[in-house]
């Protein structure tokens, strides 16, 4: 049977993919964020995941103020890289994982999850930056990928309740997909920062750290958090951190952290990374 071996939980602020494309890697202002990385690429090199399930949110990408889906599962064979207005990233394009997406497409949207069901579409930097931080830069993706995206750019959005929920529906279809296959979810987004308006640049690190530690073993506060207090605490772009509760859903209720990261700034973003194993 397909199992769930981890969790991990990461930023994707689109200046942490030009670093990578154009060698700045090491220098003054990026080394200390990439440090923090260095575990995760030696651990997946370990790990060997033959299939990621990637939770992100598009960035006016694949959809638009034209169509904005709350839940959007890719259940295509491969994904191009997006075009997100300088030419898409120097990055492998992404495979798909078609028969094990269109599996948990089913499987939620028969536990009463209503999913948009996408053949095509382009990804942007919310999935391939998490992939370049943990993956580094291969000639191709080392395991398959799907992309699931989550409306946090448009209001209303999701509670957080409603992800945690969704990640354990994810989890049931997963476990129930009977080929014998290593999978990891993936949370991606945040933390604290805000875009736009007089509170531009707001970074809140105690905040961050707290949710960083509760992720672990007090995420009933977590699920808890309403909308209002993202915007408040995190700033406007803090509501991305929901996505993380859809991969801390599809978890078991015990799990052992691995490896934390927290740095700031990341153009003006607060970047957080944690990977927590299955079980204890």
């Known amino acids: 049977m397909a199992r769930i071996t981890a969790g991990v939980a990461t930023s994707h602020v689109p200046a ?9 890697t090491q220098s003054e202002y990026w080394k200390p964020l990439f440090d923090g990385f260095e575990f995760a690429k030696k651990w997946e090199e370990s790990e060997k995941p033959d299939v990621v399930f990637l939770v992100y949110n598009d960035h006016a990408t694949a959809f638009s103020l034209d169509l904005i889906p709350t839940f ?25 994982a078609a028969d094990l997406a269109w599996h948990i497409a089913g499987s939620v949207i028969q536990q009463d999850f209503d999913l948009t069901v996408v053949n095509r579409m382009d990804v942007d930097h919310g999935l391939t930056v998490p992939l370049s931080l943990m993956f580094g830069q291969p ?7 799907i992309p699931f995206a989550v409306n946090v750019v448009q209001y209303p959005v999701p509670s957080g309740r409603r992800c945690y929920n969704l990640g354990k529906a994810i989890r049931k279809a997963i476990d129930s997909y009977p080929e014998d296959l290593n999978v990891q979810i993936w949370g991606t987004g945040g933390m604290s ?21 509760d992720i672990v073993d007090n995420v009933d506060r977590l699920v808890n958090i309403p909308p209002e207090e993202y915007i408040r605490e995190a700033g406007s772009e803090g509501i991305e951190l929901v996505m993380w509760l859809i991969m801390r859903g599809a978890l078991d209720d015990k799990v052992t952290e691995l490896h934390r990261h927290y740095h700031v700034p990341a153009s003006n973003t607060a970047v957080g990374h944690i990977i927590l194993k299955n079980g204890n």
């Open 16 to 24: 942490i993919g030009r670093a990578i494309d154009t060698g700045q």
């Open 72 to 96: 959007a599962i890719g259940v295509a064979e491969d994904y191009a890289v997006a075009d997100e207005g300088f030419g898409p990233r120097p990055v492998p394009a992404v495979e798909g």
């Open 139 to 145: 000639e191709k993706w080392p395991c398959q990928v």
């Open 193 to 213: 920062h805000q875009l736009q308006g007089p509170r531009a640049g707001l970074i809140n690190a105690p905040w961050d750290n707290a949710f960083l530690s």
